[in-house]
């Protein structure tokens, strides 16, 4: 697979300079060859994927450094508890039960230790969901649907040079190309500038179901739902692919609708706009996009 192939540092050596060497003709259709698949899972992969934005970062280090440390302690301990309990006081080697029914100091410690356990989570959970709410001034808008052909439609508008849409499907599995994922690549990837702010507006088709837009490395995770327009963000910090799928039991083909977000310099998305604005023209109908802040 790519990843495995752009493991080594002189192999990523070697695909950066194939990337600068690319031409900006074949931007549209030369795959993988002109981004480093960053956000994809690894086989035997352990933990959260990499992140590349502030929110991503922040999830990772919520889940990595806060909450497991704290479930990996109470999970001991309840264990150690049961243990004790199973061994201590058995019928065999307890044959008479103490008759203790209160216990004022074990009561009060065991509803105060979690609630303090609760608020420390809270401290870092609250700023964080603050974080992934309050989207910052925007550089660019894009708007994604989850199609009833369990699809993800990607919208570009007018405004921002685009205007145009185009969905994105998975590639047949039985003549899936060299160096491509299997159940995650796709035949129109999104593209997007490297260290912008993107505001992302997601919704569903009318006529379809909820699905749930997910961008793992950018620490996105947002219901799709039909007659509601569900707002997010981004601002990758690195060059790469990042892969998603649905997050939401949709239905049948909910486990081959991913989401593949080619992140790439200011440059490059100038000229894949070009290239989009001809491939895609011919399946263009104009889009309504909302206001900036009146999602709700
Ligand atoms: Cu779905």
């Known amino acids: 697979m790519i990843r495995d192939k752009l493991a080594s540092p002189t192999a990523r050596m070697t695909a950066a300079v194939a990337i600068l060497g690319g031409t900006a003709g074949n931007l549209v259709t030369s795959g993988t060859a002109w981004a480093q698949v960053i956000g994809a899972p690894r086989p035997g992969q352990m933990g959260m994927p990499e992140a590349v934005t502030d929110v991503g970062h922040d999830i990772n280090f919520f889940h990595d450094v806060i909450l497991l ?115 995650l690549d796709v035949d129109n990837e999104a593209v997007v500038p490297v260290g912008k702010v993107i505001r992302v507006q997601v919704t569903a088709d009318p006529a379809g179901i909820i699905h749930s837009f997910v961008i793992p490395s950018f620490g996105i995770r947002i219901d799709a739902v039909p007659g509601r327009l569900n707002e997010t963000w ?44 001809k491939n895609f023209a011919a399946t263009h109908t104009p889009v309504r996009y909302a206001e900036a802040g009146a999602a709700q």
């Open 234 to 277: 981004f601002k990758a910090e690195k060059e790469g692919v990042y892969y998603g799928q649905c997050s939401k039991l949709c239905g049948k083909d909910h486990a081959y609708m991913p989401a593949v977000v080619r992140v790439v310099s200011e440059a490059r998305y100038k000229q894949w706009l070009e290239e989009a604005k």
């Open 69 to 183: 440390p704290i479930i990996t302690v109470i999970s001991l301990f309840v264990l150690a508890l049961l243990i004790y309990v199973s061994t201590k006081f058995h019928e065999a080697k307890n044959p008479v039960p103490a008759r203790t029914t209160h216990n004022a100091v074990l009561e009060v410690a065991w509803t105060v230790i979690p609630v303090i356990i609760l608020l420390f989570i809270a401290a870092f959970s609250f700023p964080l969901l603050t974080k992934q709410l309050v989207i910052p001034k925007a550089d660019h808008v894009i708007k994604v649907t989850g199609t009833p052909g369990w699809a993800w439609q990607w919208s570009y508008p007018k405004e921002e040079n685009g205007g145009f849409e185009f969905t994105s499907k998975l590639l047949d599995q039985d003549k899936l190309p060299p160096g491509k994922l299997r159940l």
